[in-house]
Structures are given as C-alpha cells and as structure tokens.
C-alpha cells in the first residue's frame, strides 16, 4: 500500500500526505535525488513531468513541466532547494511568486517538506505541503490535488521495484 494518510489541517494550512513503502529509505530518496526517477511518478498518470534542470542542494533549483499525454497544456514550475539532509530530508519552495508571497503559476503550494523515516521493515515518506492562505489550500483541494498526488504516489510501488532489482 503506497498512501496510507492524507491529512488536512485548516489551522496550519496544510496537508500531510504519508506514504509507505517496502523497501530502503535509500531507495526512497532516490524517487526525488534522480530526475529521471522523479519524471516517472511526479505527474499523475496522462499527465506526464519532465525535469530539464536538478540542482539538489541548498541554494539549487528544480525546474521541470508537465504536460498531457496527448501533447496540449504545458504547465511550467520551478522550486527553490531550501534544505537537504540525504537521504531522510528535502525542503523545497516554489520559485516564482507575486509580490505578496502568492506563487505566480496560480498554485497555491509555497512549500513542501519531504521526510522518509524507516519504520520497522518499511520506509515512511511524509509530504507536507505548506500553503499561502486557507483560500488557496481549499481551491486547490477543491482542484483535486490530493488526489492528484494520491494518483502521482500510486505510480512509485512499481518504481521501487525496478529500483531495488
């Protein structure tokens, strides 16, 4: 079972995604440190990412695009490398914003915050997504984006397999 929570906390504008996996943290932290890992499960299905620059450090940016199988809307983003601490933690924050702090791209994510944890004979990947304002995380759930991720994190079992052959 990939996702086993998802949670919403209006108070603290955020969204807790936890996912487990069978298999080594460094595995996991190799869904996010290999760009062409991250491409093959960050977009949901028919909507694939592609990352043209992968610059983990601090300091460093990621940008990539997604797009639709059948070639239509792009949709461009970049992040902002906060904080590594390989292979347990990555903090990351979107790029381009207005001037008052609302990211540009009509997301309402300002920041994610990726941890993986071994819990027993499994890894945990906690995804906490930090938002703006209350507006914005409640469009954007209304937008469907946990299941959004729900459908980007049921592609990484299979990947992990790969990985760990």
Known sequence: MTVWNVDKNAEAKTMVITAKFKTSIANVWQLWADPRLL??????????ATFEHHDLTPGGTITYFMSGSDGGDRFDSAWNVIEVDA????????????????????????????????????????LTTHFHSLEGMEQAIAMGVA????????????????VAA
């Open 39 to 48: 491409e093959r499960w960050w977009g949901p299905p028919g909507f694939p």
């Open 87 to 126: 292979p347990t933690r990555l903090v990351v924050e979107d790029a381009i914003v207005e001037d008052d702090g609302t990211p540009s791209d009509g997301n309402s994510m300002t920041r994610m915050e990726i941890d993986i944890e071994a819990v027993g004979d499994t890894t945990r990947m906690i």
């Open 147 to 162: 299941d959004g991720m729900k459908a980007c994190m049921s592609q990484i079992d299979a990947l992990l397999a790969e």
